[in-house]
């Protein structure tokens, strides 16, 4: 498909403290912010566990380290938890701890009551190339060890590497997976836990939708932000919106019409598009400034009348939105509407700080753990 695309001021300044470094700011291993809310250690985590080779610090590295897929051919065992903490530069402020694959629950050195009880969510990865037997067991004295400390969790299993596997084997592994895991709980008496399944793969889109999914339950706000994007589209002529922690590219929420692939690839390409070309003609001569900052705004019209409009939200977020080329000619409509859309979000988050702030680091077992703490609203820019 022939793209034409005008990306307009893409970069001015928010300073060079807040420029994106090669891996778009993120950290390494327990990277803290100064001002953050929460010590790095009470922060809400999602936990990466499963088998050995299973995927786990792939899809870390894929999703938050902006590696590519090919590389992660390279990586080594890991063989202690490697705690990411990904809140300087992304709207989500939490950690993710990638396990070990042979975590023993009866290590007495293994405080699994600790890590739980401030645990938002529990990803387990099983490799759906391999023979799943093990991997099952597995997932079920997690969960169960998990859901007994701390029943708020959400529990999230991802059928990984599914890239290799033909379409109906997929849905029949899908099934089989999800029987046989219910089966076990069931047995256990554990009818309550609740699993969610997605088919993943760090060589398509389907780990970042994953992902978005897993963060989205953790976002307190979010029926407040879709129905933010059902105004705001309904009133502006456009199809669909989603609003993306642009270094992700995890959409933290859309408005209410179903979510197909293609759109979703879409509008995570033309992000790329926009950070590639910032970071080339964006920059200051002297290489100084931000890929992505305030004036971020980028249009890119394709070959078959469809546009697409990227506008910043905040320091972390921005607006994808896919419309006719028709609806596009209310520009100065959809801008003003954008205005207020965005505003409002301003407010969501500026609320959700104030109340954070008095009650400083949230307390590990609390009933709020579950929900990630965000950085929707840098504090100095409203
Ligand atoms: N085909 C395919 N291979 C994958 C995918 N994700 C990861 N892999 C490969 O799986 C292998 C193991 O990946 P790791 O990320 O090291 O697995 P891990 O679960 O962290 O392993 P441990 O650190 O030993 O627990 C690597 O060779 C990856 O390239 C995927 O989606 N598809």
């Not at 179903?258 to 910032?278: G, T």
């Not at 409009?309 to 607006?319: D, G, M, N, P």
Request: hydrophobic residues 40%.
């Amino acid at each position: 498909m022939s793209i034409q695309y005008e990306v307009e001021q893409l970069a001015d300044s928010y300073g060079v403290a807040d420029s994106f470094p090669k891996d778009f700011g993120y950290g390494e291993e327990e990277a803290d912010i100064e001002d953050s809310p929460a010590p790095s250690d009470s922060k809400p985590r999602i936990l990466l566990m499963g088998l050995r080779r299973s995927g786990k610090s792939s899809i870390q590295k894929v999703v938050f380290h902006k590696m590519s897929p090919n590389e992660t051919l390279f990586l080594e065992s890991t063989n202690k938890i490697y705690k990411d903490d990904i809140s300087s530069s992304s709207f989500v402020n939490f950690q993710i701890w990638d396990f070990p694959g042979q975590v023993d629950f009866l290590d007495p050195t293994f405080d699994y009551e600790m890590i739980f009880r401030g645990t938002g969510a529990l990803i387990f990865v099983i490799d759906a190339q391999d023979d799943y037997v093990e991997a099952l067991s597995r997932l079920h004295l997690t969960v169960s060890r998990a859901y007994r400390v701390n029943p708020e969790i959400n529990f999230e299993v991802f059928i990984h590497k599914v890239d290799g596997l033909s379409d109906d084997h997929k849905i029949e592994t899908q099934r089989d997976i999800h029987q046989r895991a219910n089966d076990d709980l069931a047995d256990a008496s554990l009818e309550k836990l609740h699993l969610s399944f997605y088919l993943t793969s760090i060589y398509d889109h389907s780990i970042f939708e994953a992902f978005s999914k897993v963060v989205q339950k953790l976002i307190p706000q979010l029926p407040t932000l879709e129905n933010l994007l059902n105004i705001f589209i309904s009133n502006s002529g456009i199809e669909k919106a989603f609003l993306f922690d642009v270094v992700s590219k995890i959409y933290i929420a859309t408005d209410s019409s179903p979510v197909d692939m293609q759109s979703y690839e879409l509008c995570c390409d033309m992000i790329d598009v926009v950070i590639d070309v910032s970071c080339i003609y964006g920059l200051r001569e002297d290489g100084s400034g931000s890929a992505y900052d305030k004036e971020s705004m980028a249009i890119i019209k394709l070959n078959n009348t469809t546009v697409l409009y990227l506008k910043e939200v905040t320091k972390f977020l921005a607006l994808v939105c896919i419309l006719r080329e028709e609806s596009f000619e209310r520009k100065g409509l959809i801008d003003y509407n954008f205005h207020c859309f965005r505003k409002a979000i301003h407010e969501v988050f500026e609320v959700g700080v104030t109340i954070q702030r008095p009650t400083g680091s949230q307390a590990v077992g609390s009933p709020c753990t579950k929900a990630v703490a965000l950085n929707g609203t840098p504090r100095n820019t409203v």
